[in-house]
């Protein structure tokens, strides 16, 4: 039997193993995918044990290791390199390979939705909240949907962090993000993407004021949280008559990718797996 797992703390909310394990079985796949939930001194001991282990062939990652998890791969992939953060390692002749398939998976829901340069005619204008783990994968996505042309915003509670991602971490971004201040909500803008962890318990409220964008029909509100359902962010996006979009199609594109990777199976998206994950 082979093994997979997804490896954080704390590991007990992920959902990945609901998802890889129902997909095994319909593809009658003899694997297992497991939680395992580590501290950062054991990332290396992991790592040598999928190297040493012939049964385990790959592992998601998540917070708070993606970026943590670098130094002990052999190789990454461009998108894992651009963005310093990886959540699949895939086993290659013995070697670790860091692949990122957050931002593929963000970039395909865009695409699916025809929110890009090439539908539009012109770069849309983004505004990214939040400055953490998953946003450097945001941030290469909206990059490429508008060919590095326009301009797009980012904004996070603590500023420095916003400041460092825009203007130091993310070296090989050409189009940087315009860093905002809390609040100061730009006009005109087309995507509108939370990015923090804000909404993950019910009622919490990013406190933000979007209310300029009231009948806004075309003006999309991205959250990447998935469970709840429907953040406050997305109640009051939908009651505005704007466009919303959760996170639950990026979150079951970037598995469908990661098993294809591990297995050269392509998964059909059926309705069973769009409720697997529904819990609300
Ligand atoms: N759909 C998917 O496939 C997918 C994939 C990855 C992640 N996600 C979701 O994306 C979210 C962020 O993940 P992550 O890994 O980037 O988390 P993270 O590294 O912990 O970053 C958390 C972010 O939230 C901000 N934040 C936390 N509490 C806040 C508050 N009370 N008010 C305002 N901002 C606050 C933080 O701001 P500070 O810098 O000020 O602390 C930071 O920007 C999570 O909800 C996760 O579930 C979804």
Redesign the pocket.
Known sequence: MNSYFVIGNPIDHSLSPLLHNYWFKKYKIQSEYKKKKLEENDLKDFTNDIRSNHSIKGANVT?PFKKKIIPFLDELSKVSEITGSVNTIIKQNGKLLGDNT?AT?FEDTLNDMKYSIHEYGRPLTSLII??????SSIIFAIEKLNNAEGTYYIM???KK?ADDLALKNLPNVNLKPKVLDWGDIPKNLDIIIN????G?IKDEE?NLDFSTYKGSKNTLFYD???NPKETNFLIDARKRGNKVMN?KM??IL?AKKAFLEWTKVDVDIDDEVLKLLDND
């Open positions: 917070v957050d998976a939040g400055a953490g783990g998953v946003t996070n509670r603590t962090n990015t923090t962890s804000v993950l990013l990447l949280i998935y996170g990026m979150f970037q």
